[in-house]
């Protein structure tokens, strides 16, 4: 095919002609290759959605898919097969109400990265070897190019992950614009940017030396081990950090899981600082507005939707608070059980989702077993994937200890909700600043180092009293505490309209359609 694009400041311009002249010819090509899925075959856009197979990275990715998909374009989400189960109720439910999406499974080829079998389910992949998966992950290109050339219709957009540099080759193969996919807020990716152009940290030997973040108005400290920049500062990653900076220099867009109200400073700020147009489309889990998706979304679930709902419907309004760290982090044991006895002593009901409570030993199984029933009726144990957008979604939950992923923090927001911040690694110590500092509906635990991935791990970082102290503070009334709950509030009236008919993030998604349709003449820069 020869090249019909015009560069424009390392941005591309679609033409009309070309992205037409594109799919007569993958049309040609497809003929006679057979296509098992004709849904969306009509569609005018149709986005590939490229995940990175974390389930932080995966639900937002699938919801934000879905969310084009009710607008009428035709989304593939790729997959590998151990993931495919964790999605596969939500894309059912999605192509049984008629919305065109399709499931792209291709296998990973651990064996030739040295991976063990069933090391695309990243749960399984040998913490030595994250250079290898990364790179396995990079052999889905040619497989998935393949796949594409031989399923009509052709793409028109490739939305992959920031964490897959290789989606730069496959969106330039079929000559189709690229967009880069954060579940993260703007204030972090400038916040992240600023540090990193500005050198923030030349100089700066003690990795727990607090540095202004350069380039803002309002002042915020950061610390290079709390804020190192994607994939830096550990070895083996170098050449992965550089080429994912690399290809989002060179991408068409970014495409966000957040709303333009709650930081429209930051929105516009990271899109001048990198020259291109950012699409704040969320909070995509208002994707999910049924109990039968927002149960099983990401994993199946440990306690079942009814038994959740029964016990939250027992409780008084905000008197619940929910305890979760995602789907990575974890505490150590003994961190474990001064977490449980600082929410028994807390007084207030509570929902504690225990990350690998088998893998604790017997001392820490038998504390839980204890404490439930020190507290049965009043705290509830989930020991293992947890319906978290049903629970925050339940009139009976006032308040959220998170570690601050950002679809945590973006889903606590959603669900008008103060937080106890307890960030534990990556992008959580920029979110928490957010959530504390910017929109103030957080109450911060005190952790100021990352927990997890260093070598002098510690056995307890916060301790009873203080988890008691920060619980109380969200959970009780008080002036401050009301201001903050009405704080969260405002921001999820602003949420939700967000995504409703002529709201911000609904304009988001009908423009990224209009931009990335094959009849559009598109002009991504910013
Ligand atoms: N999640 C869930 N149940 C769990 C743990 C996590 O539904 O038991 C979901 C949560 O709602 C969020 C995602 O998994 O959408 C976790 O993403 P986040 O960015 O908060 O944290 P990460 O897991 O990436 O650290």
Same mark, same amino acid.
């Given at each position: 095919?020869?090249?019909?694009?015009?560069?424009?400041?390392?941005?591309?311009?679609?033409?009309?002609?070309?992205? +037409?002249?594109?799919?007569?010819?993958?049309? @040609?090509?497809? +003929?006679?290759?057979?296509?098992? @899925?004709?849904?969306?075959?009509?569609?005018?856009?149709?986005?590939?959605?490229?995940?990175?197979?974390?389930?932080?990275?995966?639900?937002?990715?699938? #919801?934000?898919?879905?969310?084009?998909?009710?607008?009428?374009?035709?989304?593939?989400?790729?997959?590998?097969?151990?993931?495919?189960?964790?999605?596969?109720?939500?894309?059912?439910?999605?192509?049984?109400?008629?919305?065109?999406?399709?499931?792209?499974?291709?296998?990973?080829?651990?064996?030739?990265?040295?991976?063990?079998?069933?090391?695309?389910?990243?749960? +399984?992949?040998?913490?030595?070897?994250?250079?290898?998966?990364?790179?396995?992950?990079?052999?889905?290109? =040619?497989?998935?190019?393949?796949?594409?050339?031989?399923?009509?219709?052709?793409?028109? &957009?490739?939305?992959? @992950?920031?964490?897959?540099?290789?989606?730069? =080759?496959?969106?330039?193969?079929?000559?189709?614009?690229?967009?880069?996919?954060?579940?993260?807020?703007?204030?972090?990716?400038?916040?992240?940017?600023?540090?990193?152009?500005?050198?923030?940290?030349?100089?700066?030997?003690?990795?727990?030396?607090?540095?202004?973040?350069?380039?803002?108005?309002?002042?915020?400290?950061?610390?290079?081990?709390?804020?190192?920049?994607?994939?830096?500062?550990?070895?083996?990653?170098?050449?992965?950090?550089?080429?994912?900076?690399?290809?989002?220099?060179?991408?068409?867009?970014?495409?966000? $899981?957040?709303?333009?109200?709650?930081?429209?400073?930051?929105?516009?700020?990271?899109?001048?600082?990198?020259?291109?147009?950012?699409?704040?489309?969320?909070?995509?889990?208002?994707?999910?507005?049924?109990?039968?998706?927002?149960?099983?979304?990401?994993?199946?679930?440990?306690?079942?939707?009814?038994?959740?709902?029964?016990?939250?419907?027992?409780?008084?309004?905000?008197?619940?608070?929910?305890?979760?760290?995602?789907?990575?982090?974890?505490?150590?044991?003994?961190?474990?059980?001064?977490?449980?006895?600082?929410?028994?002593?807390?007084?207030?009901?509570?929902?504690?989702?225990?990350?690998?409570?088998?893998?604790?030993?017997? =001392?820490?199984?038998?504390?839980?077993?204890?404490?439930?029933?020190?507290?049965?009726?009043?705290?509830?144990?989930?020991?293992?994937?947890?319906?978290?957008?049903?629970?925050?979604?339940?009139?009976?939950?006032?308040?959220?200890?998170?570690?601050?992923?950002? $679809?945590?923090?973006?889903?606590?927001?959603?669900?008008?909700?103060?937080?106890?911040?307890?960030?534990?690694?990556? #992008?959580?110590?920029?979110?928490? +600043?957010?959530?504390?500092?910017?929109?103030?509906?957080?109450?911060?635990?005190?952790?100021?180092?990352?927990?997890?991935?260093?070598?002098?791990?510690?056995?307890?970082?916060?301790?009873?009293?203080?988890?008691?102290?920060?619980?109380?503070?969200?959970?009780?009334?008080?002036?401050?505490?009301? =201001?903050?709950?009405?704080?969260?509030?405002?921001?999820?009236?602003?949420?939700?309209?967000?995504?409703?008919?002529?709201?911000?993030?609904?304009?988001?998604?009908?423009?990224?359609?209009? $931009?990335?349709?094959? #009849?559009?003449? &598109?002009?991504?820069?910013?």
């Amino acid at each position: 095919m020869g090249s019909q694009k015009h560069i424009t400041n390392n941005k591309t311009t679609f033409s009309r002609q070309s992205l +037409k002249a594109a799919q007569m010819a993958i049309k @040609d090509a497809a +003929k006679g290759m057979g296509t098992t @899925d004709d849904v969306g075959s009509n569609a005018k856009a149709h986005f590939v959605f490229i995940p990175l197979m974390f389930q932080g990275h995966l639900i937002p990715a699938v #919801d934000t898919a879905l969310l084009l998909a009710t607008h009428g374009a035709l989304a593939s989400i790729v997959v590998t097969p151990s993931n495919t189960g964790r999605i596969r109720p939500t894309i059912d439910f999605a192509r049984k109400s008629g919305l065109p999406v399709r499931l792209v499974e291709l296998a990973l080829d651990c064996a030739a990265e040295g991976l063990p079998d069933g090391a695309d389910d990243v749960d +399984k992949v040998p913490s030595c070897l994250w250079t290898n998966y990364f790179r396995a992950v990079a052999l889905l290109r =040619e497989p998935l190019e393949r796949h594409l050339r031989a399923h009509e219709p052709y793409p028109t &957009c490739v939305v992959s @992950d920031f964490c897959h540099p290789w989606a730069k =080759e496959l969106a330039a193969s079929f000559e189709v614009p690229r967009l880069c996919f954060f579940s993260m807020c703007s204030f972090c990716l400038l916040c992240q940017h600023n540090v990193e152009r500005f050198n923030a940290y030349d100089g700066v030997d003690d990795d727990n030396e607090l540095v202004i973040v350069p380039g803002l108005e309002k002042r915020f400290e950061v610390s290079r081990a709390q804020a190192p920049g994607f994939f830096r500062g550990f070895p083996g990653f170098e050449k992965l950090a550089d080429d994912v900076e690399q290809a989002l220099v060179e991408a068409d867009g970014i495409v966000t $899981n957040s709303f333009l109200e709650m930081e429209p400073e930051y929105v516009a700020g990271y899109a001048e600082a990198r020259g291109m147009k950012v699409w704040t489309v969320g909070p995509v889990s208002l994707f999910h507005n049924r109990t039968v998706t927002l149960a099983s979304r990401g994993n199946t679930a440990a306690i079942g939707a009814d038994e959740c709902l029964r016990w939250l419907d027992s409780k008084e309004p905000n008197s619940v608070v929910y305890v979760s760290f995602g789907s990575i982090a974890h505490a150590e044991p003994n961190q474990v059980v001064e977490l449980g006895l600082g929410l028994e002593a807390s007084g207030h009901p509570f929902i504690w989702v225990v990350k690998n409570a088998d893998q604790h030993g017997d =001392e820490v199984s038998e504390f839980l077993h204890e404490l439930e029933a020190h507290v049965a009726g009043r705290g509830l144990l989930i020991r293992g994937w947890a319906p978290q957008v049903l629970i925050l979604s339940h009139a009976a939950v006032g308040g959220f200890v998170t570690h601050c992923g950002w $679809n945590s923090t973006m889903e606590a927001i959603t669900a008008g909700l103060p937080v106890v911040t307890w960030p534990h690694f990556s #992008d959580q110590f920029l979110n928490a +600043k957010f959530a504390v500092e910017v929109l103030g509906i957080g109450v911060s635990i005190g952790v100021t180092e990352p927990v997890m991935y260093r070598v002098d791990q510690k056995e307890i970082v916060v301790r009873r009293e203080v988890v008691e102290k920060a619980v109380r503070s969200v959970m009780d009334g008080g002036g401050e505490g009301e =201001e903050r709950r009405m704080r969260a509030r405002a921001l999820a009236a602003q949420a939700r309209s967000a995504v409703e008919e002529g709201g911000s993030s609904h304009a988001n998604l009908l423009d990224l359609i209009k $931009n990335f349709e094959v #009849d559009a003449g &598109c002009d991504a820069t910013a």
